[in-house]
Structures are given as C-alpha cells and as structure tokens.
Nanobody, 119 residues
Framework: QVHLVESGGGLVQTGGSLRLSCAAS????????MGWFRQAPGKEREFVGR????????YYVDSVKGRFTISRDNAKNTVYLQMNSLKPEDTAVYYC????????????WGQGTQVTVSS
C-alpha cells in the first residue's frame, strides 16, 4: 500500500519561501513520477509540476516556472517542492501524488498541506 505524507505548509508573506516535503512509502518508486497539485478555495485542483523518480527530470506549469523547484532524495523516498517568491495566488492546499511512468493517472495521493500567502 502506497502512503504519501506531505508536510511543510504554513503561513508566509508575499515574496517569502516555503519548502514542502512528500514522504513516500509502500514500494520502490523508481518507475514512478511524483506530481504536485494544488487546490485553492472555490477552484478546481490544478497541476503544478512533477519529477521523475528515475532520472530526476522535471516539468512545471508556466505559473510557477522559475519560482518553484521540485527535487527528490531517493535514499529518503522524499520529494520536495521549494517555493520561492510566493504570491497570494499561490494560496492553496498542496497535494503530492504518484503515478507509474507512462500512465496518465495519479493513483495515490497524500492528505494535503495548507499554504497561505498573505499580501
């Protein structure tokens, strides 16, 4: 059973930084990709970016490109989302999720962590 636990959320001022963590357990993730998503109040969940466990390649949506960085620590089975230059519109619950490489569906999700950016 795959288990994902996010941590690191909190309240930060505009322009500040936060680092979210997603600790994964339950299997070997070398053939998986880890994605980060977020959902703001009253809005649909949106994809933020992802990292491949195998080669560390990353992808980001335009709204966070240059400000957010996803990295991984294979030894700890943990993926990080470093968020810099935060804006009020980044306020959301952030989720990590995993999918097998080559598949579109993210099958396993964490419980989410709240990020609030004050103006």
């Amino acid at each position: 059973q795959v288990h994902l636990v996010e941590s690191g959320g909190g309240l930060v001022q505009t322009g500040g930084s936060l680092r979210l963590s997603c600790a994964a357990s339950g299997r070997t993730f070398s053939s998986y990709a880890m994605g980060w998503f977020r959902q703001a109040p009253g809005k649909e969940r949106e994809f933020v970016g992802r990292i491949s466990w195998s080669d560390g390649s990353t992808y980001y949506v335009d709204s966070v490109k240059g400000r957010f960085t996803i990295s991984r620590d294979n030894a700890k089975n943990t993926v990080y989302l470093q968020m810099n230059s935060l804006k009020p519109e980044d306020t959301a619950v952030y989720y990590c999720a995993v999918r097998r490489t080559g598949l579109a569906e993210y099958a396993y999700w964490g419980q989410g962590t709240q990020v609030t950016v004050s103006s």
